[in-house]
């Protein structure tokens, strides 16, 4: 096992009828700013619902915040914090709106001229953006946002990753039932992107990490048993309930703590949706299976621990069981309705050199546990992407 | 999945040599006071190493923390901190230095005459007692008081646990290498404490909380992997690092969420624990396959799950697997060299009586996740674990 730090102190609020407990969670006296993306939570009444339990408070409103949220769109909800004196952020939404308001947290506080100065820190310190509280609701099950310290921003400088160490949510609620209203597509692509943040910590390298490989193996095996249900029926509570643990679990710390991570799925899916507008999850179902092809020398011992472990597979040479491995992974993307193809969402071979010049041009070479995949390899993966 | 909150604010530093940053863990200005227990953490050397990278703070020591700390004793720190007007606890040692530095941190600050009256708050509340902050160092991995707000404490009123939300360690370091010089019996005793922890929050009645069960289930696997092999090679980091991560996950809140719990096993054991002065983990060891024996019914689902996927006993009727799961959990204590009736520990049928009016005595009726457990059933289990 590795060395390492694990702290999160997220209080996590999690079930049925528990959005009532904003009015406990949020301080009477604060000046709240609530951020939210599309109509839906509107729509469906969610956002009325965090009002009323909001009521004595100032309640200033911010919408609009997109899939892959925009820098010059978040800095307009910075305005308003600073205009309104906000004290306290109220993100209620999924993945997009939860890292849109944490990089309002750290921007709002921020003093120097240029926000955008704040991506080159990757982490941001307190010393250079001092954080405003966050709150979140949790509307969508997929990036872990809600108990992590970091967010993905989409800037004229490349879809980039921040974090802070203030930036943990104080609270999120966590009340699957507010999630059944979500298109099925939405919910395909937040098993994806579940599926992959565990793997991306747990395929890699082996070092002894029993309790964190078999947390990961066990996230792994709740999705493939609930992942297809939870789509045909949204409002089976115990199957949402399932995915939204998992997807906060799969994402806060506990299971790459004390291990080789490798974030080479994500990095590379960064480039897709940001030249090709694909969505996340989908980007990351079209490129695992060719990293682990291209990839299975390095990650062979665990590619066969996970084959055994996660889907059963114990017969044949070390080339036959990782090949198995790879088409179940395949087939379970395909089962929940997502193309693991990029020809699926009409990529053409010649639009692989583009995504390659972007990973150079954003420094995302020597990616992996072993920091061995050059823009070369990356170009490999994604013509086996195909 | 049953609602939940999980709120778990400490700071964990895990590894090798991660002793040394005390120095940046344990702030510059504070008053700090040490607590330790017996002599080990004098005679191999830790604590000259701690006091050394506390260089520059005022420090003061407090020793002689006893197994099953006492409420006398730890009154006796109270009394230093007050007079030496102590703003950070320091603990250095296992589980009972831990929950006794918890108990001195909460009764330090508690204004009222008593201090016997906390024990009457089972959680003591902020507004009763605000607690200092409190760090620990780890040399014995079993109980998980490292990552949990809450300890056990022997007084006049009996072997009693108290919490506090404000008794989270701001940290803990957890060098598996400072563990090392344990003796086997100490590390036997870690094993299965973590081990019953762990099914104390497992072994219940099923609720689809997939993930739960699945890290409950991996702490156990991963247990009946190393148990034996960390105390045959104590310095063998990898197994060490697995216990010491293993006891800290096992009562942290993380597999308890969500799920029923059943502390029938520790209730009752420390009612013999302060009869008989047996070490805390024998006794768990001892009444655990009687319980399971006695609530077969009550816990038949998931007693299967364990048998199935912890011990892969899939053939036989609903009782036989049962029985051969007993049966392999004992063989596994008996295994560490823990022996697994009360007679191996010179109780005497005659003092079964004792322990269940000990159990009135302190209003243990009604124990376990359906509340059944009354002092008859008590009584059965205990004749059966004889």
Redesign the interface.
């Known amino acids: ?18 959005l009532q407990q904003l009015n406990e969670l949020v301080p009477q006296d604060a000046r709240v700013l609530v951020l939210y993306g599309g109509g839906s939570v509107q729509r469906f009444g969610t956002l009325d619902k965090v009002k009323g339990f909001l009521e004595g408070r100032a309640v200033f409103e911010f919408g609009g915040i997109e899939p892959n949220p925009k820098y010059d769109t978040l800095m307009k909800a910075v305005e308003i914090v600073k205009a309104e004196k906000i004290n306290f952020l109220l993100a209620v939404g999924g993945g997009s709106v939860m890292d849109g308001t944490k990089f309002v947290s750290i921007a709002s506080t921020y003093e120097g001229e240029n926000a955008e100065a704040l991506f080159s820190y990757g982490t941001v310190p307190e010393s250079v953006a001092k954080c405003l509280p966050i709150g979140t609701v949790v509307t969508l099950p997929a990036t872990g946002s809600e108990m992590n310290n970091g967010g993905v921003i989409t800037s004229r400088l490349g879809k980039l990753a921040i974090f802070s160490p203030k930036a943990f949510p104080v609270f999120s609620i966590l009340d699957p039932e507010l999630t059944y209203t979500l298109p099925a597509t939405q919910v395909a692509n937040g098993v994806v992107d579940t599926f992959i943040h565990t793997v991306e910590q747990y395929v890699t390298l082996p070092t ?4 964190q ?3 990961a ?3 792994l ?2 999705l493939i ?2 992942g297809r249900k939870t789509i045909d029926e949204p409002t089976d509570y ?1 199957a949402r ?2 995915l939204v ?2 997807a906060t ?1 799969g994402l806060n710390g ?1 299971i790459g ?2 291990v080789p991570q490798d974030w080479t799925t994500h990095m590379i899916g960064h480039e897709i949706t940001a030249l090709y507008g694909i969505d996340h999850g989908k980007t990351l179902a079209v490129l695992q299976p060719s990293i682990w092809n291209v990839r299975r020398t390095q990650k062979q011992a665990k590619l066969l621990q996970y084959a055994e472990r996660v889907w059963g597979i114990t017969e044949g040479d070390a080339d036959t069981r990782i090949n198995q491995a790879i088409d179940k992974t395949r087939a379970f993307f395909e089962s929940l309705g997502i193309g693991t193809h990029l020809s699926d969402y009409g990529v053409k071979p010649e639009g692989i050199n583009d995504i390659v010049v972007a990973l150079e041009k954003h420094g995302m070479t020597g990616l992996s546990e072993t920091g061995d995949v050059t823009l070369e390899v990356s170009r490999q993966i994604l013509e086996g992407a195909m």
Chains 1, 2 share one sequence.
Do not use: S
């Open positions: 096992m590795l060395n390492f730090n694990f702290y999160n102190p997220t209080h996590i609020v999690f079930g049925k009828d528990t002894e990490a029993r309790f490989d078999r947390t193996e066990g996230i095996q709740t048993e609930i115990d309930a399932n643990w998992c679990m506990l703590a004390g």
